[in-house]
């Protein structure tokens, strides 16, 4: 049994709805007991989707333990194939039905449906939600893309063409990273044949061996499928992730190699943070301590732009991705830092308060021990939550993302003038040492003046009243009570005047 | 026993009852954990380790994490392959787990240890397990248990289910008093108080207590009134001790609020003059806070999905003080005896529906296209972009919404969504 604050990832049947949510034509049918279907507002809250994730749950309760569940999901099986006729179906299980082993893909296999069923295996108790979004995307492939063979020849005259493999819904900046990548891969005269999970259907699917090669823009969900298409059919694998500007280059460097292409010449102003980080304003970045934490991916990316384009010092480097330790190993060795694999949140907690570094690159979570810590945080990778998934557009990847990197990860240190103030004259009232960067806006409360007596009594009872509506609560008492010639403000004063100015 | 799309769809006509449409199949609701996420925060002193699964880890922090952020008090005590292996071991874990709370957050007093799906089926003897710790902790900290599992609870059930556990833990009582059963928000608790002293009810307490110490007392002599519907349990292990329940609709709007206060004062034998005069300033406050909404809501047509048993006390107050009309009324369980006041008040013919088929809850729902529909978040934003406006159901669990001067704000709740459609050009 282990001790958890917070998780880094969901159970394994989570990544598996994150890849079925992201597909078009393909339906999951989960056996989960009643209350699993949380899980939908994930989808419907955090990324702001506007349809219900495509999931079909038996939702068992335990009534139904006594009598026969697989009943339950055999029901739940017509009927999601009967009303959303899907292309595909995914069939697995919950971490509660994999103790009662009603074997979910064997029985949909066996009840002759209409559709391809994919059943899913899935160890709750041992993998964690982006184990189970690759699986998931390789036993999909699989089973759409076909017997293992040659690949066919491209049509003459056409320009090569790639996959992109990973994106996938609830992925960090998924969306907006497409976007980037597809522009960068346009401008070298490489078509974009199938992206897959997001937006793909079986079908397309299917269509994957027809490439060139293999974009992998999210190695934690795409790798198996990737080396799977590699043996089966052949497909390189182009593994730079875009993220930073050398990384950028580096990726099309190697996307142009796997293309057949002749170098491109170097756009060196194509992103704005090698200029933004070399004008004498970023002067003041060098050699800042940060800690980075997050998937391997992002970890690994985020250590480079911040050592060679921001000039950071990193500190400390970690990441929850298991499936990667090897690579969080290797990059940390490279910057001579103690790596930390680690899904354990208090033990991430305790290396950044050994550490104190200045800031801190992290995933929803580490906001939590920042703030505990009173440490500058900016977000590189997921879990995230609402705020994270912006309407704006906000890559991380390509010369764009590059862009919001320098911004992002700028933005909550404290800027350069208001620094040197700190430290030439310590006593100010208004900006001190413990007082957060002004730029933030967060200003020191000014008391309120006393306009009419409050009663005691009355005085707790504001207290009661969220504080974000309290100052205008005191307010309008006040007003109200000198309107009226009240000497003491009451209780009933109070509600007297919420009455009187509700609208 | 028949699967879920073989259940019949029947209507129940009851003795002057309204009919009750009774459906099995998926059901998007929450599990009885989710109401950690209030009771943490009312008793200051208790901690609620769920054992569990990693999915149970993050249902808290999906439906907790946007708020909380500082470390919360509750965890999960994660259940791992090896401890499904054999169950001594599992115990022996729990106990390790359990020793390193109590050292990371040593002023606790009182710690739930909460079932969920998978402890319930791998049959984790969770009783034994806090009697043993309970032994092996005191006096510093008291375990106590219960089951906030999706397959035995929904949602608000959760709070039933550690009220229950609460009850054999309340001090004995020979005097008459007066005990208010239900998790209520700071402000409500101390306006109702107010208004209760002032009529001469007391000694009165509350359940549960702001802090694990101050548990009231209880005997045959206590008389409680619910302040929340979803407490069948609860009332059980009250009366199980000789307590009795005052029977009242729920203190929802002006009308609930005063039927729930003169529930108590006639138990009290307090005169309809006194009753008046203590009630009747706040009650015209009400009233004339909800006439103001009154315009933006009448005959707007209601739609509400099953969330949290809030559902029946809601339509009653929108119907009769704001002049809305429910066109069905879901509620994942309905307690017959506890709402029989509330169903008597509901307009006749109100179609109710017990339990979820979501699929063909969703047709019927599309089909009426009501003007405002009550939802969870699963469903409020695809429902939002078929052009339907909701009101998103869990904010009714989190918000003060009893008591008079809460009145105009939960009607707001529900003004706010068609305020807003009105609003926005675009």
């Not at chain 1, 989808?43 to 139904?64: C, K, L, N, Q, S």
């Not at chain 2, 049959?123 to 906030?148: I, N």
């Not at chain 2, 054999?168 to 008459?176: G, K, Q």
């Not at chain 2, 005990?179 to 009529?199: H, I, K, M, N, P």
Request: glycine share 8%; hydrophobic share 45%; aromatic share 6%.
């Amino acid at each position: 049994m282990r001790l958890a604050v917070w998780t880094y990832e969901g159970p394994p049947h989570i990544g598996a709805m994150r890849v079925a949510t992201a597909m078009q034509g393909v339906h999951y049918v989960l056996h989960a007991p009643q209350g699993d279907t949380y899980a939908d507002l994930l989808f419907t809250m955090i990324e702001r989707r506007g349809e219900r994730p495509p999931v079909t749950y038996t939702t068992f309760e335990a009534r139904d333990l006594g009598g026969d569940t697989a009943a339950l999901l055999r029901a739940a099986l017509h009927e999601a194939c009967e009303r959303h006729r899907p292309q595909a179906l995914l069939v697995g299980a919950s971490c509660t039905a994999e103790l009662i082993q009603d074997d979910p893909g064997g029985l949909a296999r066996r009840m002759g449906l209409p559709v391809p069923v994919i059943p899913l295996e899935l160890p709750a108790y041992q993998r964690r939600e982006n184990w189970g979004a690759a699986e998931t995307f390789y036993q999909l492939v699989r089973a759409c893309a076909g017997p293992p063979g040659p690949r066919p020849p491209r049509p003459a005259g056409a320009p090569p063409r790639c996959n992109l493999l990973g994106p996938t819904a609830l992925g960090f900046r998924h969306r907006d990273d497409l976007q980037e990548v597809r522009s960068l891969l346009a401008g070298l005269g490489i078509a974009v044949h199938v992206v897959a999970p997001l937006g793909a259907t079986p079908a397309d699917l299917a269509r994957l061996p027809e490439a060139d090669f293999n974009v992998v823009l999210y190695p934690e969900v795409a790798e198996p499928a990737a080396r799977w298409l590699e043996r089966s059919f052949g497909q390189p694998a182009l593994r730079v992730v875009p993220i930073g500007v050398g990384a950028t280059r580096d990726f099309l460097a190697e996307a142009g190699r796997l293309a057949g292409l002749a170098p491109p010449a170097p756009a060196a102003d194509a992103s704005r943070l090698p200029w933004y980080s070399r004008s004498v304003d970023s002067t003041y970045l060098t050699g800042k301590r940060v800690f980075v934490f997050g998937d391997a991916t992002h970890a690994i990316a985020a250590a480079r732009v911040a050592t060679e384009e921001l000039g950071f010092e990193l500190v400390g480097l970690g990441s929850y991705s298991r499936e990667f330790a090897r690579e969080v190993r290797a990059a940390a060795a490279q910057y001579g830092v103690e790596p930390l694999v680690t899904d354990d949140y208090l033990e991430v907690e305790a290396r950044i308060a050994e550490l104190q570094p200045e800031l801190i690159l992290g995933t929803q979570m580490e906001r939590h021990i920042a703030k505990r810590l009173g440490i500058p945080c900016t977000v590189i990778s997921a879990p995230v939550h609402v705020q994270d998934f912006p309407a704006r557009h906000s890559p991380q990847m390509g010369h764009e993302g590059a862009n919001v990197l320098f911004d992002s990860w700028v933005h909550p240190l404290m800027m350069g003038l208001e620094e040197h103030l700190l430290a030439m004259f310590r006593e100010d009232t208004e900006f001190h040492d413990a007082a957060p960067p002004s730029h933030l806006g967060h200003a020191a409360a000014a008391p309120a003046p006393d306009l009419a007596a409050w009663a005691v009594e009355a005085e707790r009872e504001l207290l009661k009243i969220p504080f974000f509506v309290r100052g205008k609560a005191r307010r309008n008492t006040e007003r109200f009570a000198r309107e009226r010639g009240v000497a003491t403000i009451t209780v009933e004063t109070l509600y007297d005047a919420k009455a009187h100015f509700a609208r | 026993m028949s699967g879920a799309g073989a259940l019949p769809t029947g209507a129940e006509a009851g003795t002057a009852r309204p009919p009750v449409l009774r459906e099995r199949g998926q059901r998007e609701v929450f599990c009885g954990l989710t109401s950690i996420v209030w009771l943490h925060r009312k008793v200051q002193d208790a901690f609620f380790l769920v054992v569990g699964s990693r999915t149970c880890a993050h249902l808290l922090q999906s439906a907790a994490g946007v708020m909380i952020f500082a470390e919360p008090r509750f965890a999960t005590a994660i259940i791992e392959e090896r401890d499904l292996a054999g169950l001594a071991d599992a115990n022996e874990e729990l106990d390790r787990v359990v020793g390193q709370l109590v050292a990371r957050r040593p002023e606790i007093r009182l710690l739930f240890l909460v079932g969920s799906c998978p402890s319930e089926v791998i049959k984790l003897d969770l009783a034994r397990a806090a009697a043993r710790l309970s032994r092996r902790l005191l006096p510093a900290v008291r375990v106590l248990h219960y089951s906030g599992s999706g397959i035995e609870t929904t949602f608000t059930q959760g709070e039933d289910a550690c009220l229950a556990a609460l009850v054999p833990e309340m001090p004995a009582a020979t005097d008459r008093s007066l005990l208010v059963v239900g998790a209520l928000a700071e402000v409500v608790e101390d306006q109702l108080r107010r208004l209760l002293t002032a009529l001469g009810i007391g000694p009165l307490h509350f359940l549960p207590p702001r802090r694990a110490r101050d548990l009231a007392p209880i005997g045959p002599q206590t008389r409680f009134l619910l302040a929340q519907p979803f407490l069948g349990e609860t009332a059980r292990a009250l009366e199980a001790r000789g307590a009795r329940r005052i029977p009242a609709p729920f203190p929802l709007g002006a009308e609930g609020t005063t039927l729930w206060l003169r529930a108590a004062a006639e138990a009290w034998g307090i005169g309809a003059a006194r009753f008046r005069e203590v009630t009747a300033m706040a009650e015209r406050r009400a009233r004339e806070g909800l006439l103001r909404l009154r315009d933006g809501l009448a005959g707007k047509r209601l739609f509400f999905f099953p969330d949290s048993q809030l559902e029946v006390p809601l339509a009653r107050f929108l119907s009769r003080e704001l002049g809305m009309v429910p066109l069905e009324v879901g509620t994942p369980y309905l307690h017959r005896e506890h709402l029989a006041e509330e169903l008597a008040l509901l307009p006749a013919g109100t179609p109710l529906s017990e339990g979820q088929h979501l699929e063909r809850q969703l047709d019927r729902c599309r089909a009426a296209r009501p003007d405002l529909t009550v939802c969870g978040l699963g469903l409020a934003n695809p429902l939002e972009a078929e052009g339907l406006t909701t009101k998103w159901s869990i904010e009714l669990v989190f918000t003060p919404i009893q008591g008079y001067e809460q009145a105009a704000d939960l009607a707001g709740l529900f003004a706010r969504p068609l305020v807003r459609r009105d609003r926005l050009a675009v």
